[in-house]
């Protein structure tokens, strides 16, 4: 059976993953240390609001920062930055001479890579949570959050390249991964679920695509089984992956190398 | 100690040439720290409070948590690769000098985008930190003590490498860990991880202890703190020499 570049390509990315367990081990073991910080924070500060806050209780709260974090931790936090760096020293010109899309051709490996970190991650977390506060408050709302968690990788995935593509353009692109981690840290729901945001932050949240990254899933998972949050991820996830193709086709005609 | 200055200046002015990049990376971090201002401040507003911690309070342990970071990541930027650098074998240069080779180490880089932090912590005092003459002079205490907590740390870590092998990533761990740890009220974490604070992974001696002091100034803290500060330092240069008679070079003559 022949294999497509692209599916070669994931599964190397599986494969490359698997073979550096120093690295997920690290990043697996900072998961941890968040679901700690985070866990003594809600607690404390449900316990300080009489139980609830903005309709989550800490068990809620836990499963959302279990999900939410989970699915962020996948994707590498310096993806941008590394993406910038080769299309600035031009590496990016050698995965142009292959017959295939540079942009899919890497989301696919990235995809391989992100979907270990991920399973990774949300075991462990599910075994914190188990263990913390019991099962998730709901079967339903566990279900809808599998998969929206693999449409949250795959929709960070895509604006981070849609991201670095301003590399071509711009030289110092690739900093803006520091600005994009902020906008999934605070619009993306990451740190805090968009109900404890001001009303009009909040919409200007729902506005933007980040939040398919974190705070879908993170809802899903604290019970909330609001199944049209997969159609808005699906959706976004489309646009972003045509933003992230039109802007490598666009890049990749202005790209000049100098020497080899 | 003139070689040192020297190096250091060195560094300095080496981080000062790009200046287009030197303010970008700066108001990079800038804007990264005004993010976690704008999550405490969106925090408090559904929590008032949170075992004895209120907005301002916090403000106050991120003011001297950025400070500490400006001093330890920003100016002395190696002592977060000492695990790197000695995986590497990239240590040789710093051996042929008639210095120490860790005060070299730790003043040969600057790191541009964490100097951003240097501005902020004290900014960020000034305009939440109710500054009078007793409260700037205990936040500096407590910004010096809580950098030479994670220099020294840090370096141990990273020395660590030397004995137990790999490419650095129990530092990196470490690295994050402490940070994250440290960006939180101390308070709000009870039991082993609390006794972890304060002894495996200092975090409390890096801004919660600091914090607690500038609010309310007493002896054995200011003591206790500078103790875990001589402690945390000598560690980290005791660990770092005893590691040197393992170190094995790569051969590479490289700017450390």
């Excluded at chain 1, 404390?44 to 609830?52: I, L, V």
């Excluded at chain 2, 210095?99 to 790191?111: S, Y």
């Amino acid at each position: 059976m022949t294999r497509t570049p692209y599916w070669a390509a994931f599964t190397d990315g599986i494969r490359r993953t698997m073979a550096a367990p120093a690295e997920l081990a690290v990043r697996i073991g900072f998961f941890a240390v968040i679901l700690v910080v985070f866990s003594s924070l809600w607690r404390a500060a449900t316990q300080a609001n009489g139980g609830m806050i903005q309709g989550y209780g800490y068990r809620e709260l836990l499963w959302y920062v279990i999900a939410a974090e989970g699915c962020v931790i996948a994707t590498k936090p310096r993806l941008i930055e590394e993406i910038g760096d080769d299309i600035g020293s031009g590496d990016i010109a050698i995965d142009m001479l292959r017959p295939v899309s540079v942009v899919g051709f890497r989301m696919a490996a990235e995809m391989g890579e992100a979907v270990v970190r991920l399973v990774c991650a949300l075991s462990l977390g599910a075994v914190f949570g188990l263990v913390s506060v019991g099962a998730p408050p709901s079967l339903e709302g566990l279900l809808a959050a599998l998969p929206a968690a693999l449409l949250a990788v795959g929709c960070n995935l895509t604006m981070q390249y849609s991201f670095a593509a301003a590399a071509f353009w711009v030289e110092d692109a690739k900093s803006t991964w520091f600005l994009y981690q902020k906008l999934i840290f605070l619009l993306g729901g990451m740190l805090l679920p968009l109900e404890l945001l001001p009303g009009w932050l909040a919409g200007i949240a729902r506005l933007l695509p980040f939040w398919t990254t974190a705070y879908v899933p993170a809802r899903l998972m604290s019970g909330h089984a609001e199944w049209h949050l997969l159609i808005v991820q699906l959706g976004w996830l489309i646009v972003l992956v045509a933003a992230a193709l039109a802007a490598f086709r666009a890049g990749e005609r202005r790209l000049v190398v100098t020497g080899g | 100690m003139r070689i040192i200055l020297s190096t250091f200046k060195n560094s300095l002015i080496e981080a000062w040439t790009n200046r287009r990049s030197f303010w970008l990376q700066v108001s990079i971090m800038l804007a990264n720290d005004l993010v976690w201002v704008l999550f405490w401040i969106l925090f408090f507003e559904r929590v008032s409070t949170v075992r004895g911690w209120d907005r301002s309070r916090v403000l106050l342990l991120f003011a001297i948590l950025t400070t500490v970071a400006g001093i330890s990541l920003g100016l002395l930027a190696n002592a977060r690769k000492i695990g790197q650098l000695s995986a590497g074998g990239e240590l040789d240069a710093a051996l042929a000098l008639p210095v120490h080779p860790l005060a070299f180490l730790l003043v040969r880089r600057v790191d541009t985008g964490l100097l951003g932090d240097l501005f902020f912590g004290p900014i960020l005092f000034v305009l939440a930190g109710e500054p009078t003459l007793e409260r700037t002079a205990i936040f500096i205490f407590g910004s010096l003590c809580g950098a030479a907590v994670l220099v020294g740390f840090l370096v141990a870590i990273g020395a660590l490498t030397l004995f137990i092998g790999g490419t650095g990533e129990q530092a990196d761990l470490g690295f994050q860990t402490i940070l994250i740890l440290a960006s939180y009220p101390v308070d709000i974490f009870g039991g082993a991880t609390k006794l972890l604070l304060f002894t495996a992974v200092p975090a409390a001696f890096i801004s919660g202890l600091p914090t607690r002091l500038v609010d309310d100034w007493q002896w054995t803290t200011a003591a206790a703190l500078l103790t875990a500060a001589l402690l945390f330092a000598s560690l980290g240069v005791a660990l770092f020499n005893l590691g040197l008679h393992r170190y094995s070079s790569g051969a590479r003559w490289t700017r450390a």
